[in-house]
């Protein structure tokens, strides 16, 4: 059985009509792809570069071993400016500019990414309470212990910082 002229003429319309719908479905999933992988790539770099900051600057200021050494010189019976640092910079702005973004990053960057702020956060808060004179009151025991746990707030902000760092440089390079 042989088609007609005007039944083929139907079945070339049909079936043209339906690849032009599937290339203009499929274009606009490729772009969008592409769009996205973009954007979390651009993302991924963008926090690597604070983060990296961030770090640069926590051992550049041996945050870690003054906050520390603080602790042992007050167990030591010295003195210790309890207001010598102050933390009145925003330093997240990546971060906090692209929070709703950073589901789209591979591997376990998100969950890394959460940590190294709010310990970043944390440390901040607690240098911020110093400077303002709000621990003048408590004991050079108390003060010790302070002082060590801000000490190792940044020694956890160097290791979550170190390992946000690797992560995108073996993912993203």
Not at 123 to 133: F, N, P, V
Not at 144 to 151: H, K
Request: charged letters at 25%; one cysteine or more.
């Amino acid at each position: 059985m042989a088609l007609s002229p005007n039944e083929l003429q139907l079945i070339s319309t049909i079936a043209g009509g339906l690849l032009a719908i599937g290339g203009g479905v499929s274009s606009t999933y490729f772009i969008e792809k592409w769009k996205s992988k973009r954007l979390e790539t651009n993302l991924a770099w963008a926090i690597y570069g604070e983060v990296s900051s961030i770090c640069q600057i926590v051992r550049k200021r041996e945050y870690v071993a003054k906050f520390k050494g603080c602790g042992e010189d007050l167990r030591n019976g010295k003195e210790v400016n309890r207001q010598a640092v102050k933390a009145d910079k925003e330093y997240f702005y990546i971060f906090k500019a692209n929070a709703s973004n950073i589901g789209m990053l591979a591997h376990s960057l998100p969950e890394k990414l959460v940590s190294f702020y709010a310990h970043g956060t944390s440390a901040l808060e607690d240098i911020s309470a110093l400077s303002s004179g709000y621990h003048n009151d408590k004991s050079n025991e108390a003060m010790a212990e302070y002082f060590d746990s801000i000490g190792e707030m940044f020694y956890q902000l160097l290791s979550k910082g170190d390992e946000i760092v690797q992560i995108i440089e073996h993912r993203y390079s």
